[in-house]
């Protein structure tokens, strides 16, 4: 069931009516029964491997809390661990593996071949075992206690709004609220409303429109040369952004109608200065659990500084894997594992040429910079996350530049401007694309003020319901009602 269908509408308005008309020791089922359903619509069968990690991990986090001994609350750390990473090279890696290894023994000449597994990827394996380990880990380290009511765990581990693309919860955060009554609260309803509308704009809007320019260009880019593949690149880079936290912000809003606050998953990433910085605004939720369980687990930055590097090429090479079963992610985080090396390495050099070139009296000037230098890394980075193989990504890349100063001759030419610069499209949805992207980052612009939600409930009555009633039209007529799953429901 998607967010952005009708389907989905009729679902969330029965749950909420449903929700807040139910005594309140009773809503804990309604919630866990419309959240299994809501992950049944896309595969039936598949709820018995949230049920398994489910079960795994309440019995795990049972047997860590009973003992203090820490060797043998580490077997039930392990357990988890092991059951939740089994789930996932099983339905995820396993042709990934199989595929890399029968080809290393072709290149042998051996001529046994291990066979495909033929099992569907269940949609948002990655989060929701991810958000189970949290649990396991942070039981073991002793940061919280273990949940005796089986059924709010389960509800935990399978909350629908955050289930399929996160954020990915931490239970000392979302436990304890889903054990609180929540009472009807006209502004925080509203609020949620106001947040679910503005990420249902960037999705349908934004990148479902994108999307038809990215996907032309990356179904076949030997197509296609310089300038194209720019654009298409660069639409990408607003269209994976404006799916996955247009998905972030339904997802956050629909459980603050309920009374539940999720954590924060994107914050204007494209204006970080640096690729450490894009992290700590880029999916929060991922950045931070490798932080805190893989990266601190092998050292974090306690260690000499070879060490150190190792530390964080290894997370970010494990952080592309965790995004598809593909070399072309490992190389996608890979790219962003060698960034942060050679900015740590090279920080030094940085300050001393800005110093020199008497950059350091213009801080606005060196801030554009910085953000356009970031921008222009990741998006180089994107093109091997999106490109649909590792030969595909290497021609762009090498293609990327090439007959550029040719367009320039071009620009009169109706027929080019409609084959490489709209793909095929009108000249209406390009700048229709345009416009979305310009008015996108006016209202990041506008944020970094503060919340434009707060701003708009300040507001008169008919200026607040001129605003929603023309967010509502834009939507309607500018929407792509082609019903588009979320990238990231592939992961």
């Given amino acids: 069931m998607l967010f952005n269908t009708f389907e989905f509408l009729v679902f969330f308005t029965v749950v909420v009516a449903l929700y807040y008309t139910f005594a309140f020791r009773f809503r804990w089922v309604l919630l866990l029964v419309a959240s299994y359903y809501f992950y049944m619509a896309w595969e039936p069968a598949y709820i018995i491997l949230i049920i398994i990690s489910t079960l795994i991990d309440y019995f795990a986090g ?35 593996f199989a595929g890399t290894i029968n080809r290393l023994f072709g290149h042998c000449l051996i001529s046994y071949t291990l066979p495909e597994s033929g099992l569907l990827l269940p949609i948002g394996i990655s989060f929701y075992t991810f958000q ?17 009511h089986l059924g709010i765990y389960a509800l935990y581990v399978a909350y629908f709004p955050q289930l399929v693309a996160g954020p990915i919860e931490r239970a000392g955060n979302l436990i304890k609220q889903l054990k609180v009554k929540h009472e009807f609260d006209y502004y925080r309803v509203t609020g949620g409303l106001k947040l679910m509308l503005w990420g249902m704009f960037k999705k349908v809007v934004i990148a479902d429109r994108l999307a038809l320019f990215v996907d032309k260009v990356y179904a076949d880019p030997t197509g296609y040369k310089g300038i194209s593949l720019i654009i298409a690149t660069v639409f990408f880079a607003f269209q994976i952004y404006c799916d996955f936290s247009g998905y972030s912000d339904i997802a956050i809003g629909a459980a603050e109608v309920m009374g539940v606050r999720l954590m924060q998953n994107f914050r204007r990433p494209y204006h970080a200065q640096s690729i450490g910085e894009f992290w700590k605004r880029w999916h929060i939720s991922l950045s931070t659990w ?191 009602t082609e019903k588009i799953p979320f990238i990231y429901f592939q992961f």
């Fill in 290 to 480: 490798f932080r805190d369980y893989f990266y601190i687990s092998i050292g974090g930055n306690r260690v000499p500084v070879m060490r150190w590097h190792f530390n964080i090429f290894i997370t970010f090479l494990v952080s592309g894997l965790w995004h598809g079963a593909s070399w072309t992610f490992v190389v996608w985080g890979a790219l962003h594992g060698f960034y942060m090396i050679f900015a740590n390495l090279t920080k030094n050099i940085r300050e001393k040429i800005v110093s020199i070139l008497g950059l350091i009296k213009f801080p606005n000037i060196m801030r554009f910079l910085r953000v356009c230098t970031t921008f222009l890394l990741v998006c180089f980075a994107w093109i091997f996350f999106r490109a649909n193989t590792f030969s595909d990504a290497k021609y762009i890349v090498a293609n990327l530049f090439s007959g550029i100063p040719d367009v320039f001759s071009k620009l009169n030419d109706s027929g080019f401007i409609k084959e490489f610069v709209y793909f095929g499209q009108s000249g209406r949805e390009f700048n229709i694309a345009v416009i979305a992207i310009i008015l996108l980052e006016i209202v990041h612009l506008i944020q970094c003020r503060g919340s434009i939600r707060e701003m708009i409930s300040r507001k008169p009555l008919w200026i607040r319901w001129s605003i929603y009633v023309i967010a509502v039209l834009v939507i309607m007529n500018f929407g792509i």
């Fill in 62 to 96: 049972l047997k860590m809390d009973q003992v203090t001994e820490k060797t043998k609350r580490r077997k039930y750390l392990i357990l988890s661990i092991v059951t939740n990473l089994a789930l996932l090279f099983t339905f995820k890696y396993y042709n990934f």
């Fill in 132 to 148: 189970t380990m949290a649990y396991s880990f942070d039981i073991y380290r002793g940061e919280i206690r273990h949940e005796k």
